[in-house]
């Protein structure tokens, strides 16, 4: 059941040594300059629909498109394109993808001389054998082609993702349940949801390429079983988004419930992480309205009780009773010897006690994940961790 959140409002205690580690919001996070980053969902959206209402999408016949050298530097080339006499300037990311579509290797034009990176670009546009371009310009004091796509491609902007988490989160700064996360203090193991939301603590992200958000429902904690020490278990709710309407990523949602997270903004104790991903094919944007933001609100409004009824019978299964039983298991889940062999070491180490029901198992396991160097590795044995959660549930 839900914990109590009387006493837990000013901070509660965490044991973010469980569960997975999830680095992807840090990676964002450290990456991210200041102009990148908002205060809230409101600034965030007021950014990306002004930006759409400046832009335009148009599908060209690639032949048709004039290119243009207007000095030396071939990432200042000029490209007329059918239906407007004004020069467009390709960004950095608009050039690669141009590049890319008609065959010439980006980073070889770029070594160029102007003029005859002109040429091999117009070639390369004249022969293009898909024969049309979708072209997403903005006119922002002079017009950028913000990206240069096949005809198919199926853009969801920006500002509909937005306007999606806005329905449950307002503004994301605890208008509603779901706001930017507070932070774990590593010395008391205290989790404080109350944290100042400034440009160094912010997890709404968004540049030219593409948008990042992530929230958490960290006000109100689930108690969902009990530490070795007695006390309570508790997590709370968090999901992240991305998207790029210029064709730099996917669109996704990965939702989690999770235990605390750190200043570094990396996630810690995470259970039952579920992700959807959206290629921005032809049909995407009707996948997003049908698919995507319904999933997203459903989540933010369901019970956590399948989550808890799950940890309850993860712990309450017991699978080893001895050595052997717990050897047995493990080989029958995958695990190789020398695998079995760390993930009951970590148990008795982290719990003072072997394994003995499916809920120690799968902490041994994501604590082994957490330590492999390789994505693929780490990978691996969380999804095996997970198999096993699904199995006692």
């Not at 091999?120 to 990206?147: C, F, M, P, V």
């Not at 969801?156 to 349940?177: K, P």
């Not at 944290?195 to 429902?217: N, P």
């Not at 808890?308 to 039983?325: F, G, L, P, Q």
Request: with cysteine; proline share 5%; aromatic share 8%.
């Amino acid at each position: 059941m839900a914990a109590d959140t009387r006493d837990r409002r000013s901070g509660y205690k965490v044991d973010a040594s469980r569960g997975e580690r999830v680095g992807r919001v840090s990676s964002e996070w450290h990456s991210r300059p200041d102009d990148e980053r908002y205060l809230s969902l409101a600034d965030l959206h007021a950014s990306v629909v002004t930006r759409t209402e400046r832009s335009r999408t148009r599908t060209v016949e690639s032949s048709a498109i004039r290119v243009e050298a207007s000095n030396n530097d071939p990432e200042r080339l000029r490209l007329i394109v059918p239906g407007s006499d004004t020069p467009i300037a390709p960004t950095n990311w608009s050039f690669g993808q141009l590049s890319s579509l008609v065959g010439a290797p980006a980073s070889y034009l770029r070594e160029l001389p102007a003029p005859l990176a002109a040429i091999n670009l117009q070639y390369g546009l004249a022969a293009h054998r898909s024969e049309q371009i979708k072209t997403y310009e903005i006119d922002d004091g002079r017009t950028e082609l913000r990206a240069a796509t096949g005809p198919d491609y199926g853009r969801i902007f920006d500002h509909q993702l937005v306007e999606s988490v806005r329905r449950i989160a307002g503004n994301g700064t605890g208008d509603t349940r779901w706001k930017v996360p507070g932070v774990l203090d590593w010395g008391t193991g205290m989790y404080n949801p109350h944290t100042e939301i400034s440009k160094e603590t912010t997890t709404l992200y968004a540049s030219d390429r593409d948008i990042f958000l992530f929230l958490v429902d960290d006000l109100n904690p689930i108690e969902a079983g009990r530490l070795p020490s007695g006390e309570p278990d508790l997590y709370f709710r968090g999901f992240y988004c991305w998207n790029s309407e210029v064709g730099a990523r996917t669109f996704g949602i990965a939702s989690f419930y999770l235990r605390a997270v750190c200043q570094n903004r990396n996630l810690w104790g995470v259970e039952d992480f579920q992700q959807i991903t959206i290629r921005h094919s032809k049909l995407a944007d009707f996948r997003f309205a049908r698919e995507a933001a319904p999933a997203l609100t459903r989540f933010a409004n369901s019970s956590p009780q399948p989550f808890i009824t799950s940890i309850r019978s993860a712990r309450e299964t017991i699978v080893a009773r001895n050595d052997d039983d717990r050897s047995d298991f493990l080989r029958k889940a995958g695990f190789s010897k020398a695998e079995t062999g760390k993930i009951i070491e970590t148990v008795l180490r982290e719990e003072g006690r072997p394994p003995v029901s499916i809920f120690d198992f799968v902490q041994g396991i994501t604590a082994i994940a957490r330590s492999r160097p390789h994505q693929d590795a780490r990978l691996d044995l969380e999804a095996k961790a997970k198999r096993l959660l699904e199995k006692a549930a």
